[in-house]
């Protein structure tokens, strides 16, 4: 199986020839007036960096698709990776927090899985540094997957099939079903799980009608009121780490990681990236609408009493941050 988000050769070529020729486009037709305000953003790539030692293969792909889908790896053998990752739901579960294996409520919402390899660090705390490092840790965690991990690698190796293909993904490993290799499987396979279209990236291409005029006033005013120091780069994101008191939450955020007095109540800047399909928002997911959310970062982290039409307007900018799901098939599982 060849995943969807793994561009061939032609299609690569189409999207390059794409590209040109919007831009080509672009400047045949009146500009906006809105060129430095464009230059303060980066489209979307179609694909993350990769790490050295993680390369990203068709046979990896394939089986941390299995693997995300695949529920024996917790305790209960109901919940998945998908389960809080609903690919219906914006890869995330659209409930203020997680729930866990035996009905548990975690402390923190559950972010998208979508372009979280754009990210310089993973959870809302950072405590993993990659994708590697975020997978194992729902399936350990007492609260989410609850399974012990050498447990989770013996239910693997009890099927024909995943020791065929960890064989496959690891050819060269003397034990190919092992932790790490859970692992980077996973990881393999969300580094696919990208948004590169969205009509945001249209318009940063060339498209200048891509996006509605109050779309590209709510673009103004995300970049004249500061939103853009936090929220920049490809995914919208700084990928570090501030102090935000969210109303009704009392999490310590980064504290719980370092220990240091400085980070209490940091959290990781969060993507923007198809923010208006992965409500509710902030950490404890007590923020329902998107409005809502705008209207309290400008107060809490830029000292800013926004008026309705500005709320109106990023808002709409923040919509036309949706990109086109990726396209995948939901594994048939042993």
């Known amino acids: 199986m060849i995943h969807a988000a793994m561009l061939k050769p ?3 070529a189409a999207a390059v020839a794409l590209g040109s020729t919007l ?40 089986l941390g698709s299995m693997l995300f889908f695949e529920p024996r790896i917790s305790s209960s053998g109901v919940i998945s990776c998908a389960t ?12 203020p927090r997680a729930t866990g294996h035996d009905g548990q409520i975690g402390a923190r919402n559950t972010p998208t899985v979508l372009n979280s390899g754009f990210l310089g660090s993973q959870f809302w705390d950072g405590r993993e ?14 609260v989410e997957m609850a399974m012990d991990l050498e447990q989770a690698l013996e239910r693997l190796e009890g099927f024909d099939v995943y020791q065929d293909k960890f064989a496959a993904a690891y050819p060269d490993a003397d034990d190919p079903i092992s932790a790490d290799n859970l692992a980077k ?28 005029q109050q779309q590209k006033d709510g673009m103004v005013a995300f970049v004249d009121n500061g939103c853009i120091a936090c929220h920049r780069g490809p995914a919208l994101t700084d990928s570090n ?29 969060p993507t923007l990236r198809n923010v208006a399909v992965t409500y509710p928002y902030m950490n404890n ?15 809490e982290m830029l000292n800013r009493e926004f008026d309705d039409e500005t709320i ?23």
């Open 10 to 12: 032609a299609r690569l």
């Open 23 to 62: 831009a080509i486009a672009g400047t045949a037709v009146a500009d906006d007036g809105l060129g430095d305000y464009r230059d303060r953003f980066e489209p979307l790539p179609h694909l993350p960096p990769i790490p050295a030692d993680n390369s990203l293969t068709e046979e990896k792909i394939e």
């Open 84 to 95: 809080c990752h609903n690919p219906a739901l914006g890869w995330s579960d659209r409930i």
């Open 129 to 142: 540094p990659d994708l590697e490092g975020q997978a194992l840790g729902p399936i350990e965690a007492d």
């Open 185 to 212: 499987a996973i990881a393999s396979f969300e580094r696919t799980l990208n948004t590169p279209d969205s009509p945001f990236d249209r318009y940063l291409r060339g498209d200048l009608e891509a996006l509605s």
């Open 241 to 269: 780490f501030h102090a935000i008191q969210v109303p009704g939450s009392t999490d310590v955020g980064r504290f719980d990681v370092t220990g240091d007095e400085a980070d209490r109540h940091k959290f990781r800047t």
């Open 285 to 299: 997911g007590a923020t329902e609408t998107l409005e809502e959310a705008v209207a309290i970062m400008g107060e």
């Open 312 to 334: 109106a307007d990023i808002t709409a900018f923040l919509h036309s941050l949706t990109g086109e799901m990726p396209e995948f098939e939901v594994p048939a599982l042993p």
